[in-house]
């Protein structure tokens, strides 16, 4: 599968948080807890580098990851100095935003520090929240606000300006998602298309879910393949034929007797993403 998605919009994106930066204190990432490898776009480590600010990575959507890997992810971080919390943007509540609140208070912690020794008390932190499309960057904004003040759909490209929204003690900058230029690792690019980072419009849709039937049971979720499409016999050994029986299992049969694979696969893919099929997480911690 040849996947390239990188929109003219994007480069002025980059160019325009590359600016941004000097105006922030610290940046928040937001990576997909499904695929916190795949998802972390290794253009903004540099940029943030460069510009001397502190982060934070908020592991989204962790409702759909795997809760095994969900710690273990964490305690990689842990080991490796970084800064990192699990998220769920779709879960509101006060418990919630103060656990993200309070972890972003904590890695600015010895500016706020400095700030104070110099008479700086009560100024709001500046975040910068930054990540690829469809990580849920703006759900997690308004979450944390309380209200749809960031404009958030389930499909990538909706933020394309950046824009300024306040909310207790923080001045928050939304950024449109933006991905690198070439994704060179196959993996990864798989991964990102399955879980929505990449336009459906530009993918082969049964390609696709033929790959991510591929990459589930390399993960070890077959039983939950077969649990969700009620198979009670072994797998079929190839993708392509495992797709045809999901259709099958499914009642997508055409005229002819042939299985409707573009239902079956748009089936699969929809499924996936919602958490259907199960808690699944595609990139694993010890990669």
């Known amino acids: 599968m040849n996947i390239n998605w990188y929109p003219g919009h994007m480069t002025k994106a980059r160019r325009m948080i590359e600016d941004s930066l000097k105006q922030v204190d610290m940046a928040v990432e937001i990576l997909d807890a499904r695929i916190p490898l795949s998802s972390r776009n290794p253009d903004i480590a540099p940029m943030l580098a460069k510009a001397n600010r502190p982060g934070l990575i908020v592991l989204n959507k962790s409702d759909l990851a795997d809760p095994s890997e969900n710690e273990k992810w964490l305690e990689r971080y842990r080991k490796s100095g970084v800064a990192a919390i699990l998220f769920n943007a779709k879960q509101t509540g006060a418990k919630a935003n103060a656990e993200l609140i309070n972890a972003v208070k904590k890695a600015f912690a010895e500016k706020t520090e400095k700030n104070a020794a110099r008479g700086m008390v009560g100024r709001p932190i500046k975040i910068m929240v930054l990540g690829i499309p469809n990580a849920g960057k703006s759900t997690v904004i308004n979450s944390l606000c309380g209200s749809k003040r960031a404009k958030a759909e389930d499909r990538p490209g909706v933020t394309r300006g950046k824009q300024w929204i306040s909310t207790d003690g923080l001045d928050i900058l939304d950024t449109p998602g933006i991905l690198w230029p ?86 699969l893919l929809d499924e996936f993403r919602g958490g259907k099929i199960g808690r699944i997480t595609l990139d694993r911690s010890e990669q």
């Open 182 to 267: 070439k994704i060179e690792d196959r993996s990864s690019a798989e991964k990102l298309a399955v879980t929505g980072a990449i336009r459906d419009e530009i993918l082969d849709s049964e390609e696709l879910a033929v790959r991510l039937l591929g990459i589930l049971r390399s993960c070890g979720y077959a039983p939950l393949i077969k649990a969700r499409y009620k198979i009670t016999d072994d797998l079929p050994e190839s993708d392509t034929d495992l797709l045809l029986l999901i259709g099958k299992k499914r009642g997508f049969v055409v005229s002819g007797g042939e299985i409707d694979t573009e239902r079956a696969a748009a089936v």
